[in-house]
């Protein structure tokens, strides 16, 4: 495959997500007022109960067995990378520039979290049937790269619902904050000399903990508020066991998010085989039930998609992201980490962690180089806020992500050739 045939497979995927996108910022200005910002949370919350665990637990079902999860064990900790090296480089980036704090999970987020699901899966399909593709007859390479996606896009969803949704749960409380400092802020004309909320010291002791998406910003904050460690007194702090133990709880509510549910029932129904045989089949005696899922899971990408568009009307009207974080997080997700996936995955080959399978040395590099996860749109709309940001965000680094992919996956195919 030369230069342009991987342009052209690489670019699909990203130009049907630009369309669709197009159209959900068109569907959402005044002229049309079909997704509106009342339309676009309610649409939301569906993809995030319904949609979204209906698609990952219909693939994991139909394509993962338990055979593929042993052998496949370095997987999990390939994708743990990807979130680890980016969410080590998005902290020293927010470090650097220092964008609003209350955007500044948001940053780390989309540095960390690369599109495992949908995205990789398309591509993978179009290389494996693309003409002098070096991963053999397209239609098993189809079937395998399926595999490899749908197991990827498990796994991407365990990270994301957990360690991500954390990140923009946090920059939620820092944006109720931030509101509220603005609403108390005096009038210049009464007292020049007012010292705001915002500047003063007895602000920075309030450290908040992250609240559950079914209660309302104020809601939580009057119950989870709590001082800051600094400010208690030390007979009161809380013991180690005691910390860890918030953190257990935190770690528990975010594992009971129902796409974080999807994927361990979907891995469950998978790896045990009368369970799978029940749904997956012509002869499975549920089989209408996998179907209808499956109807519904196809529904996630484009419904994400759509709102992404919406919220991106918004976004280049009001968006606080300076050009310069914009340029980092690209940086970061198609310079810095693809350069570190090539060491990973080579340095495991080398010390025999990896199956023989050119297609699964190819996934595992391609993790380090997609763009970030259109989820994180769905969890800005959850919690209310960063929309506008996020999708500037997915504008510019999926404008980019075409040339990126396609002249990475030229190298990645030299490697492995």
């Known amino acids: 495959m030369g230069f342009l045939s991987f342009l052209e497979v690489a670019s699909m995927p990203i130009i049907e997500v630009l369309i669709i996108s197009t159209l959900g910022a068109f569907m959402g200005t005044g002229y049309c007022n079909l997704l509106p910002a009342d339309a676009r ?6 993809v995030f109960m319904v949609f979204t665990p209906a698609l990952i637990f219909s693939s994991l079902v139909k394509t993962v067995t338990l055979e593929d999860i042993i052998s496949w064990w370095f997987m999990p900790i390939n994708i743990g990378l990807t979130f680890l090296f980016g969410g080590i480089f998005g902290w020293i980036l927010v470090k650097i520039l220092k964008p609003e704090p209350y955007l500044q999970g948001l940053v780390i987020a989309m540095s960390a ?8 899966l398309i591509i993978v399909n179009a290389i494996c049937h693309e003409k002098g593709s070096p991963f053999g007859d397209g239609e098993v390479c189809s079937t395998i790269g399926l595999s490899y996606a749908s197991f990827s896009m498990a796994l991407g969803g365990f990270y994301i619902w957990t360690y991500t949704f954390h990140l923009i749960k946090a920059s939620a409380v820092e944006y109720e904050t931030y509101k509220e400092s603005l609403e108390k802020l005096p009038s210049t004309d009464f007292d020049d000399n007012a010292k705001t909320p915002l500047l003063s010291t007895e602000n920075k002791d309030q450290v908040a903990i992250v609240f559950s998406t079914s209660r309302s910003f104020k809601e939580e904050q009057e119950k989870l508020v709590i001082p800051s460690p600094r400010s208690i007194p030390a007979e009161e702090k809380p013991k180690f066991w005691g910390r860890v133990k918030i953190v257990l709880h935190e770690i528990a509510k975010e594992f009971i998010a129902p796409p974080t549910l999807a994927a361990f029932v979907g891995l469950a129904f998978g790896a045990v085989g009368w369970l799978k045989n029940l749904l997956v089949g012509d002869e499975a005696p549920l089989r209408v039930i996998q179907s209808s899922i499956e109807l519904l899971g196809d529904g996630t990408i484009p419904c994400i998609t759509l709102i992404l568009g919406g919220n991106l009307i918004q976004g280049l009207r009001s968006s606080k992201l300076k050009m310069r974080v914009i340029v980092g997080v690209i ?10 996936g090539i060491g990973v995955v080579r340095a495991a080959n080398s010390l025999g962690f990896l199956p023989s399978d050119p297609l699964y040395h190819y996934i595992l590099l391609v993790q380090f180089t997609l763009p970030p996860a259109m989820t994180v749109g769905t969890m800005t ?8 940001e996020c999708s500037v965000l997915f504008l510019w680094t999926y404008a980019v992500a075409a040339l990126a992919l396609t002249a990475w996956s030229t190298v990645y195919m030299w490697i492995l050739s």
């Open 331 to 340: 940086v970061i997700r198609y310079v810095i980490l693809p350069g570190i």
């Open 113 to 120: 979290s690369g599109n495992l699901g949908n995205l990789l």
């Open 381 to 388: 709309q959850l919690v209310d806020v960063g929309q506008a």
């Open 41 to 46: 949370r309610s649409l939301n919350k569906i």
